[in-house]
């Protein structure tokens, strides 16, 4: 109740510094005379968005009605919100808000490379939801990218992990760590479910992995989250690392995931591995 009575007020203010800010001209009306509110009217905005003047008065002076979605969604196009604006709009009304479905992110600029370029001797890579590969560094590199990766041309962790040979996978103890991988997986499927790039995704995956099929039908579902991880490389042997997972701003379900050594033994081995340059290759 008490978050309620701070939210009235709050969308109050909203709705009438976004009402303030569109002209009459903005939405093909004539500016009228002796007008003296520096944006639209209430009634003006009433009846663009097709509600009744008096509902959407009392919306704007924050008293205890309910608004639907699509009402709300009509008073955003009224306003010209902007996706953030109109996901605040949504909090502040206390409805549920669904995002529109964005583009998956297939790339990551040179800012971002020089983040995790920064980041080594630590590897470190840029995922997407989906765990296609959009950027590494040298560290990444040389934990990951040997011949029998290379070889199979497809720049996605998932898709690597599951048609890789057992014997040539970088990832030790595969029956533990693909599971929580595919239901990470599946906990961002959510927003992307009847998407056509999604849908042939996970049936190709399916198609090429059996196991990826049946992990995908046991419906489990995970956040992404720190995880020690044991890995082998040839010229060093096995490593131990904690992944951890950083949000980037202005990159939607895009992350920078950090390999840190657990011990001194993996610190050691990895200052090895990389004095010695194992792999120059990137993706």
Request: aromatic share 8%; with cysteine; net charge neutral.
């Amino acid at each position: 109740m008490r978050t309620t009575q701070r939210r009235r007020p709050e969308l109050a203010s909203f709705l009438r510094s976004r009402r303030a800010r569109v002209t009459p001209a903005d939405v093909g009306m004539p500016p009228g005379l002796r007008r003296r509110t520096p944006g639209l009217r209430r009634e003006e905005v009433a009846q663009l968005s097709g509600v009744g003047v008096t509902w959407y008065t009392w919306l704007e002076q924050g008293r205890p009605i309910n608004a639907s979605a699509q009402v709300l969604d009509a008073v955003a196009r009224t306003l010209r919100l902007d996706p953030p604006e109109r996901e605040h709009l949504y909090r502040l009304a206390e409805v549920p808000f669904a995002a529109a479905p964005e583009r998956l992110t297939q790339e990551a600029g040179p800012e971002i490379q020089g983040i995790i370029d920064a980041l080594a001797p630590l590897p470190a890579v840029v995922y997407n939801s989906r765990y296609d590969i959009l950027a590494t560094n040298p560290g990444y590199r040389d934990l990951f990218l040997i011949r029998e990766v290379i070889e199979i041309g497809v720049p996605n962790a998932l898709w690597t992990l599951f048609t890789v040979s057992e014997e040539a996978c970088p990832v030790m103890y595969r029956e533990r760590e693909l599971p929580v991988m595919v239901a990470t997986l599946r906990s961002s499927y959510g927003r992307h479910v009847g998407e056509p790039a999604w849908e042939s995704y996970i049936a190709a995956l399916a198609a090429a992995s059996p196991y990826f099929a049946e992990l995908w039908a046991s419906g489990e579902v995970v956040q992404p989250g720190p995880r020690v991880k044991t890995f082998r490389h040839r010229a060093v042997g096995e490593l131990r690392m904690t992944s951890q997972s950083l949000s980037i701003d202005g990159m939607p379900e895009c992350r920078i995931v950090v390999y840190t050594p657990v011990d001194e033994e993996t610190r050691e081995k990895s200052r090895l591995l990389r004095e010695t340059g194992s792999s120059s290759i990137g993706l």
